[in-house]
Every structure is written in structure tokens, then in C-alpha cells.
């Protein structure tokens, strides 16, 4: 949708949009610590054993498995209000009203807040992953005593 309303001249409006979503997303995740603090200190030696000599993205994963419908819980109102305060809700409207009226496109009546917080969720775990990867591959990102020790021999 972005990029043919992007074509037909509402760049503006779509920049307007997206710094919207992207407002929203910081301020939920914010919310995201406490769950995650939850998540590793239920750890088994299992879990451990699974991270350490699992796929590169194995820590992703087990939080991916173990936090996301908290994570979606406590993000949604999070996000609506955010949506609602920054006024995103009234740019999608306006973009969605928009982009309905050209021809030949699939119309678009997606509900914003679910939407929103869906990707701010997905980005959250995207920006985990690239962190796991770092400590994973590059000894200097091994910040902690005990990432060392866990990963040193990986190195």
C-alpha cells in the first residue's frame, strides 16, 4: 500500500504514517523487559543446553516461543494509545480511504492497532536475532563475564 500511494503523490502523508508506527512500537517496547526477564529466569538446562549448541538464532527462538502472546498482550493497548496520541490512526485512515478509492487494488480494512502491534513485535525479535548473532560470532560483543565464558569457546 505504502508504495502506490508513495507513487500517486502522498509520500508525505506515508513518512507521516510510518514515524507514527515507529513512535508507537519505542513506547511499547518498553513494556517488553519485565517479560523477557521472566522468560530467561524460567530457563531449564534443557533450554540452556538447546541455546548454546542450537542454531544461530536458538536464544531468538526460545524467546520467540516463550514471550510473543505476552509480548502481543502487553503491546496492544500500549500501541493504541500510542497510535492514538501521535494521530496514526487518522493517517492510516486518511492513507486506507485513499489507497481504497484508486482501481484495481485489494482494499485494505486491516485493524490498525493488531497490525501495528504485530510488527512491532516482529521487530523487536528481528533486532534480538541480529543481537544474538553479534555475541554469537564477535568475541568484542561478549560484554559479560559470563558471555565470555559461555561463548569463548565458540568464538
Do not use: C
Not at 542450537?54 to 509480548?71: C, I, P, V, W, Y
Not at 497490525?115 to 521487530?123: E, L, M, Q, R
Not at 536475532?129 to 560470532?137: L, P
Amino acid at each position: 500500500m505504502a508504495n502506490t500511494l508513495r507513487s500517486i503523490g502522498l509520500s508525505s502523508q506515508v513518512d507521516k504514517f510510518e514515524l507514527s508506527l515507529n513512535r508507537g512500537a519505542e513506547d511499547a517496547a518498553k513494556s517488553a523487559k519485565p517479560i523477557f526477564i521472566s522468560a530467561i529466569k524460567s530457563l531449564t538446562f534443557t533450554d540452556v543446553w538447546n541455546i548454546l549448541t542450537g542454531q544461530k538464532d536458538a536464544a531468538t527462538q526460545f524467546l520467540k516461543r516463550t514471550t510473543s502472546t505476552q509480548l502481543v498482550s502487553a503491546f496492544s493497548p500500549i500501541m493504541q494509545k500510542s497510535l492514538d496520541q501521535v494521530g496514526a490512526t487518522r493517517y492510516y485512515t486518511q492513507l486506507a480511504g485513499s489507497y481504497n478509492q484508486l482501481p484495481l487494488v485489494q482494499k485494505v480494512q486491516p485493524d490498525l492497532n493488531q497490525y501495528a502491534t504485530g510488527k512491532a513485535v516482529d521487530g523487536l525479535f528481528t533486532l534480538i536475532a541480529q543481537e544474538e548473532a553479534n555475541i554469537r560470532e564477535n568475541p568484542v560483543a561478549r560484554t559479560t563475564e559470563l558471555l565470555r565464558r559461555v561463548f569463548g569457546g565458540r568464538g
